[in-house]
Structures are given as structure tokens and as C-alpha cells.
T-cell receptor, first 111, second 115 residues
Framework: QKEVEQNSGPLSVPEGAIASLNCTYS??????FFWYRQYSGKSPELIMSIYSNGDKEDGRFTAQLNKASQYVSLLIRDSQPSDSATYLC???????????FGKGTRLHILP | EPEVTQTPSHQVTQMGQEVILRCVPI?????FYWYRQILGQKVEFLVS????????KSEIFDDQFSVERPDGSNFTLKIRSTKLEDSAMYFCASNGLAGGPNIQYFGAGTRLSVL
């Protein structure tokens, strides 16, 4: 059974600080890794994808992947109140395969 | 920016009734998916669809469920006889061009309430 594990939170971070979100996955052959943001009652919105080991930066977001440790993380710099949401870690194994989601981490940015 | 469109946004039905949830994937996308999210739980895969046939389905996707692409634009999920436990948000997603990365774009969802 392929699993994606995340701490459910809530994770509270002061405005302007760095929020660090973590995720582990069980399927060693996973190839694609995603972070989705989900506001309450809304659909998942893709914010980052990463496919190879190392860091990938996009604006205030940095995704980090370590395939040997089966670990993915997301850093959010200069956190804003609008970043308050649930962040879903997701993985898939093949190009046309389903995405397997974690339960998500609730992030709360304190003004 | 192209988007996945789902209708209706909210569907209320009586237990035992049939419902059809509709999706218009992003134009030129080749792979289509349905996921569901029961309130407070994680997003779960239901089914994937490619080249006019189901490519994979989960154990949730039993005989009560079916999918169809009746024309070149719509992608539907039918639940034949709804149960209370089918109440959830249902998300349609589509995935882009051949040879590209598997980036799935989600529609806004249909909230299904079974009474």
C-alpha cells in the first residue's frame, strides 16, 4: 500500500517567518512529487512540482526532495496570512498514474 | 488560463438515486481523473481514463460507479444508486500533453450531499 505521510498540524508560524512543511512517502519508485495548497472547501491548487533530488525554488516557495530518505519538504519564505491553508503532499509513480495524496498539514500564519 | 470546469457545484440527492457529475477537462489534455474527498479526510483516487477507456480504478470505484467521455469535451462520473457514504467533494482532474510531466490540474469540485 503506497502511503504519503504528513503531520496534520496545525503548524502556526508568525507572519514574515519561514514555514517548513514535511512529507515522507513509502513507494521507493515514486518519480513525481507535488505540493498542493487547499483552502477550506476549495479544490487542490498546484504550487510546486519536483522530480529530481535537491532544491527547486519558485518565488517564495522552495521544494526539497531527497529520494534516498523518501522525503519531500516545502519551505515558504516571508509567510503571509494568505498562506494559511492546508498543504497537501502528493506523489506518483508513472506518467499517467494516479496521484497519491497525504492528509495534509494545516498551516496557520499568525498576523 | 485554461481550467477544468465542473458542474454542478453542489448536488443534493436522495439515497438510492442516480447522479451524474460533469467535467470539462482542459482542451488537448489526454488523461482524465476523478478523485473524491470526504469531509476532513484526504483526497482519494477513484479512476483514471485515457484513450476512451479506464486505465486504472481504485477499490472505491465499484460497480455503482461509471465514467464516460460522451463527446470530445465532457467527462462524466455516474453513481448509479447513491449511498449516504458517497457524500463528499468530487474533483475532476486532467493531465497535459503526451511526453510531458504528470501535472494534474483540478476542477473546483462538486459537493455531493446524499440525504
Amino acid at each position: 500500500q503506497k502511503e504519503v505521510e504528513q503531520n496534520s498540524g496545525p503548524l502556526s508560524v508568525p507572519e514574515g517567518a519561514i514555514a517548513s512543511l514535511n512529507c515522507t512517502y513509502s513507494d521507493r519508485v515514486s518519480q513525481s512529487f507535488f505540493w498542493y495548497r487547499q483552502y477550506s472547501g476549495k479544490s487542490p491548487e498546484l504550487i510546486m512540482s519536483i522530480y529530481s533530488n535537491g532544491d527547486k525554488e519558485d518565488g517564495r516557495f522552495t521544494a526539497q526532495l531527497n529520494k534516498a530518505s523518501q522525503y519531500v519538504s516545502l519551505l515558504i519564505r516571508d509567510s503571509q496570512p494568505s498562506d494559511s491553508a492546508t498543504y497537501l503532499c502528493a506523489v506518483n509513480s508513472n506518467r499517467d498514474d494516479k496521484i497519491i495524496f497525504g492528509k495534509g498539514t494545516r498551516l496557520h500564519i499568525l498576523p | 488560463e485554461p481550467e477544468v470546469t465542473q458542474t454542478p457545484s453542489h448536488q443534493v440527492t436522495q439515497m438510492g438515486q442516480e447522479v451524474i457529475l460533469r467535467c470539462v477537462p482542459i482542451s488537448n489534455h489526454l488523461y482524465f481523473y476523478w478523485y473524491r474527498q470526504i469531509l476532513g479526510q484526504k483526497v482519494e483516487f477513484l479512476v483514471s481514463f485515457y484513450n476512451n477507456e479506464i486505465s486504472e480504478k481504485s477499490e472505491i470505484f465499484d460497480d455503482q460507479f461509471s465514467v464516460e467521455r460522451p463527446d470530445g469535451s465532457n467527462f462524466t462520473l455516474k453513481i448509479r444508486s447513491t449511498k449516504l457514504e458517497d457524500s463528499a467533494m468530487y474533483f475532476c482532474a486532467s493531465n497535459g500533453l503526451a511526453g510531458g510531466p504528470n501535472i494534474q490540474y483540478f476542477g473546483a469540485g462538486t459537493r455531493l450531499s446524499v440525504l
